[in-house]
């Protein structure tokens, strides 16, 4: 059990940021912004500098790459929606504070924004850009550009970081994995298994599986499988699930599915489209502990689920600030955490940050 007091305090700034509110900053003021609600939604929820020359200076001196986005301030409503949703979003805002030097270029003012557009050849009132560079200004990425999505910046990052030869946190690569998964489209399988507890846990292991769902079909215990078809064929995913004893019967959701199923299964594949009717204990291993109340995505939470039943340790999948917010759950049990299982995770993270914020002022 942690020490209250100080170390409560600490863990929550680690874990969070400052909750304290700041002024509000001029466009070209050399400062951080804030990570509260005096950021311009345009710039969603992480702490930019301001002024390039800066905080190129400043990543030279920390040894990190700067993160630039060229953004309208205020701008169109896909520069508010990057905001809101890429720029915001917990692991995003996590990786860009703690692994880059973020710095922010306003598209549509005179002064020092218009001289670093200029530099950069960047046009004014452009919707939002990314450029990934050195502190000597050279790219370590292409310009992320006409790609507003989780996906397109989580890649950049990673391949920024891989550029560098140094090692890509798993939380970040994950991250960047199941947004490209989702973006490119999944596809659903469902076995059927004596336990589905342990297939869920089985199966959430396998490199290309970004869901599951324990429940049942037709009365048999059964897992849904959401799952990337171009990193994991059905084919192949029904081999691994069949090496893992799930895969006592097969309820293929296609005909192409049907067919590469009775290869394996015969006659114990079958052809339906009825619905899983959900188990009340989803993700059991991982709701067994203090983990069920760390916002997660829906692939971290099979990686952790998993490597719970199986009885290793699931840190390696959570970021630093995840990590922080378990320290704190444990320190304050009774703080009144909620399950974040199967919750949308901004939604949930947002509220273990306002419980957190609360129980440190207690």
């Known amino acids: 059990m942690l020490r209250m007091g100080i170390s409560v305090v600490v863990l929550l700034h680690l874990a969070f940021g400052s909750t304290s509110r700041l002024q509000a900053v001029q466009p070209n003021a050399n400062v951080v912004f804030s990570s509260s609600a005096e950021n311009p939604e345009e710039l969603g929820k992480v702490r930019w500098h301001r002024g390039f020359e800066s905080a190129a200076v400043k990543a030279k001196l920390e040894d990190r790459p700067l993160l630039v986005l060229f953004q309208e301030v205020p701008g169109c409503s896909t520069c508010v929606n990057y905001g809101s949703n890429v720029l915001s979003h917990p692991l995003i805002v996590e990786a860009v504070e703690s692994l880059f030097i973020p710095v922010c270029i306003y598209n549509n003012i005179k002064g020092d924004d218009e001289r670093t557009l200029k530099l950069f050849s960047e046009p004014a009132w452009n919707n939002p850009v990314v450029r990934i560079m050195t502190a000597e200004k050279k790219p370590l990425t292409e310009r992320v550009a006409n790609d507003y999505t989780l996906a397109g910046l989580a890649a950049a990052m990673c391949a920024a970081i891989e550029k560098l030869e140094r090692p890509v946190p798993e939380y970040l690569r994950l991250l960047a994995w199941e947004e490209s998964a989702r973006k490119s489209g999944l596809e659903k399988a469902t076995f059927a298994m004596h336990c589905f507890w342990e297939g869920e846990g089985a199966l959430g292991s396998l490199e290309g599986v970004v869901g599951t769902l324990p429940g049942f079909v037709d009365g048999l215990e059964v897992v849904e499988v959401a799952f990337d078809p171009e990193r994991l064929p059905f084919q192949k995913l029904l081999g691994k699930a069949h090496e893992h004893k799930c895969a006592s019967k097969v309820f293929a959701r296609s005909e192409k599915q049907l067919r590469e199923a009775r290869k394996v299964v015969n006659e114990k594949a079958i052809r339906t489209d009825e619905p899983v009717r959900p188990d009340k204990e989803p993700k059991y291993y991982l709701l067994q502990t203090p983990y069920r109340h760390v916002p ?18 699931p840190d390696l999948f959570l970021s630093p600030r995840q990590i922080a917010l378990l320290g704190l759950i444990k320190a304050r049990p009774d703080a009144g955490w909620p399950t974040a299982i199967g919750a949308e995770f901004p939604a949930a993270w947002t509220k273990a940050t306002e419980i957190a914020t609360k129980s440190s002022a207690r």
Request: proline share 0%.
């Open 296 to 313: 997660m995505t829906s692939l971290q939470a099979c990686r952790v689920n998993a490597a719970l039943g199986g009885k290793q340790g």
